[in-house]
């Protein structure tokens, strides 16, 4: 279970997270909503240890990952998967390599192994076909499968993912959707998704959390939000431009 | 109300340049530890060993070209400025002297230095400060890999060895270009010029100048990797870490290159 106690965060001046509590079970995929820099990616980057909170408190089953050493954190870390907006492969490894870092890196297993488990991922995420190709050489949609493919090569319980969605075609957002419930689904892990895109939200969330000015505004099912009666919520999911929201 | 603004501005004129000391302090703070956490990580080169050569290769092999022609015409710089004058007075015979001196104590380290940081330092920085912006040390990170054994530590070994080497090559080059001048200016034989520079060879002036080389080496990579691993602000902050490593790493030679010499040379060793 992922626990936020009254997390606050603040970078120079500017109040990023205010009072944030947020408790996510096991196996549930957890949706947070927002506009662009409300904290949505610093919840996450809050999750994987990215930085301490100024007050409050991040456990990870139980475990403090706010006042983790470099050792318990890795440690945690080794439970979490991070799809970042980017992909953030790395240029000079071609997409097999990518997938296999992290296992080789921490000499686990042999090669043969090591080759059976990339092989594993990448045919989970239809990247076969690519699987010598460079970063350079694949496209936006394909560098987010490989991200996802390096971050579920060491079977993480927990997925992060930021915007998996975004800047991609409608049929390539629903095949990353498809991809995220699989992963519930097949792996059983548990998923936190950071998202713009309201139709991505309903088909994956078991749960909503909209975030606005570094606050959890509402949280609840995917049908609790589409019927809230909140002003900003609405406003919000309907994409509409008055409305309480300072645009 | 024209004293009170004056106030504001001059007490902002300070708190901006004590902002930019603090800054300053920090930054060299991050980069000595920088370096030492990679020396730390230095017992696990022979498993990153393709990197470095990989990182050897780019800083080395592909700047010979530049480091050909920057030592042979800084050579025959040197050589034609002292040897005219000093043909003037008949001493033209001291030029395979002060060639061999010159380039041994100083000029080998100091070109090679100066190519290597517009040309590896450079990169470095750019290349970590990209990886940077785009997510891709957080990824490292979050798979658990220390950035500073899977990037920094090969570099800073690369440059280590590199630099040296690079420099030992200058030196030849270098020494090279002043027998060009001296056979077809000063008019002595290559013979007579290389038996005075093998005469004039000091064990003491080639340590120091490898010795040299090394720490301009490690000052170069770890300017380069510290500002890479700090920037921010996508590629506006890409294009700083670059400039500001190149710079820093130009007066940091600069300025250790003389404490080295006044170590060796100023009477205290």
Sequence with gaps: ?247 | MENIAKEKSIYSFFHSIGQKMLYQIWFSGFTIVLFFKALLQMRFAFAKRREIVKQMYVSGIKSMLVCSIVALFGGMILSLHTGVELKRWGQQDVVPTLMINVMNKEMGAFLTGIILTAFSGAAMAAELATMKVSEEIDALEMMSINPVRFLVMPRIVALMIMLPTLSIYTVILGVFGGALISYFQLGLTFEDYYHRVYESIWLKDMYVGLLKSLVFGIIISSISCANGLIAENGAEGVGRATRISVVSSYLMILIVGYFITALFYGGFL
Aim: with cysteine; aromatic share 4%; proline share 4%.
């Design chain 1, 1 to 247: 279970m992922i626990e936020l106690h009254n997390i606050c965060k603040r970078f120079g001046s500017k109040i990023v997270l205010d009072d944030v509590s947020l408790k996510i079970e096991d196996g549930e995929t957890f949706v947070i909503i927002g506009q662009s820099g409300v904290g949505k990616t610093t919840i996450l980057r809050a999750i994987a240890g990215f930085f301490n909170p100024d007050s409050g408190e991040v456990l990870i089953d139980g475990i403090h990952m706010d006042r983790a050493t470099s050792r318990v954190k890795a440690n945690l870390r080794e439970k979490m998967g991070f799809l970042f907006q980017s992909g953030a492969l790395i240029n000079w490894l071609s997409v097999r390599e990518n997938v296999a870092l992290p296992l080789v890196e921490h000499r686990i297993g042999t090669k043969e192994e090591i080759d059976r488990i990339v092989d594993e991922k990448l045919e989970l995420l239809q990247l076969t076909d690519a699987a010598e190709k460079m970063p350079s050489d694949i496209s936006g949609g394909m560098k987010k499968r490989v991200g996802l493919a390096r971050a579920i090569v060491r079977n993480p319980r927990i997925i992060l993912y930021d915007e998996p969605t975004s800047g991609l075609d409608p049929v390539m957002s629903a095949k990353i959707d498809e991809l995220i419930i699989k992963m519930k689904n097949e792996l059983k892990v548990t998923s936190i998704v950071v998202t713009h895109d309201m139709e991505s939200a309903y088909r994956i969330a078991d749960r909503i959390a909209m975030i606005y000015k570094g606050s959890v505004l509402q949280c609840g099912t995917p049908e609790e939000i589409k019927n809230t009666t909140n002003p900003f919520v609405r406003q919000f999911i309907e994409g509409r431009l008055h409305g309480p929201i300072e645009v």
